[in-house]
Each structure stands twice: as C-alpha cells, then as structure tokens.
C-alpha cells in the first residue's frame, strides 16, 4: 500500500533531518574544540607540576643524594595520578633517577630534548599504555 505524505508531513520530516544534520555537527565542533582545550590545560597542568618539583629535583641533584632524588620522585608519582613516569638526566645525557619499574626505557631517553633558550619543550606519545604527553624541562635554565 502506498502511502501518501502531505506537504505538512514532508515540511516536518525535513526540518527534523535539518536539526538531525546541524546537531551532529554541532557535537563534532564541540568533542573536537573540548579536546582541544583538555589536552591544553593537561598539558599546562603538567608544566606547572614539573617547575614545582624543580626546585627538589636541584637541591638533590647538587648535593648528589640520587638515591633520595628517585626516592622523592616515586613519592611524587604515587601522589599524583595524571603522572606515568619521571626521570632526570645531567647535562651529559647520564640518567641519574626514574621511576621506572623495570629499568629505563632507552628508545624514551632522547625523545624530547628542549631547544635551548625554552623553558619547556612537550612531546606527544603513542604508547601501549595509550597517549601520553612527556614534558621536558631543563633545571637551572640548562645549568645542571
């Protein structure tokens, strides 16, 4: 049986598709521009924790207590949740502290290096634990 649609049927059914089209990509632009500023104030959220922990990670670093300086720094990781891992290098490159179960990771060593005259330099990872975002920040403005 064929059905027959009047003008006011047909007016409704494309109004409602109308809606339908411009919601959906209403929801798009929001989850994307949202993202956008998650993954901004994440990563700013991060920056500040780091130059927080900064003024710690010196005093260890001067004084040479590396046993201590990863002792705090596996404190610090246990306190804050967003945090997977953190770990200090010298000037030279040599890994001083980690926190690292299993050893560090030696492909993680060279991945962000800051330019010099930057506060901060930030990398995205794909990892198997999922996406990450590692910030690195030189102590001393690049003097230790």
């Known amino acids: 049986m064929k059905r027959i649609y009047t003008i006011q049927s047909k007016l409704l059914m494309s109004a409602f598709g109308v809606l339908l089209i411009s919601g959906a990509i209403l929801l798009v632009f929001n989850m994307t521009a949202v993202y956008q500023k998650l993954e901004t104030r994440l990563q ?3 920056v500040t924790i780091a130059d927080l922990m900064s003024p710690e990670v010196v005093n260890q670093l001067l004084t040479e207590n590396f046993l201590v300086l990863e002792l705090m720094l596996k404190d610090r990781l ?4 967003d945090i997977e891992y953190v770990f200090v290098t010298t000037k ?11 050893g560090f990771p030696t492909e993680l ?8 005259g930057q506060d901060y330099a ?3 990872l794909s990892t198997e ?5 590692d910030i690195a920040m030189p102590l001393l403005k690049g003097e230790l």
């Not at 246990?78 to 949740?81: T, V, Y």
């Not at 060593?109 to 010099?116: A, L, T």
């Not at 634990?129 to 975002?133: Q, R």
């Open 44 to 46: 700013l959220r991060g």
């Open 78 to 81: 246990g306190d804050e949740q």
């Open 92 to 102: 030279s490159g040599r890994i001083v502290a980690h926190t690292f179960e299993n």
């Open 109 to 116: 060593k060279n991945i962000n290096q800051v330019p010099i």
């Open 122 to 124: 930030i990398v995205s």
């Open 129 to 133: 634990k999922g996406a990450l975002i």
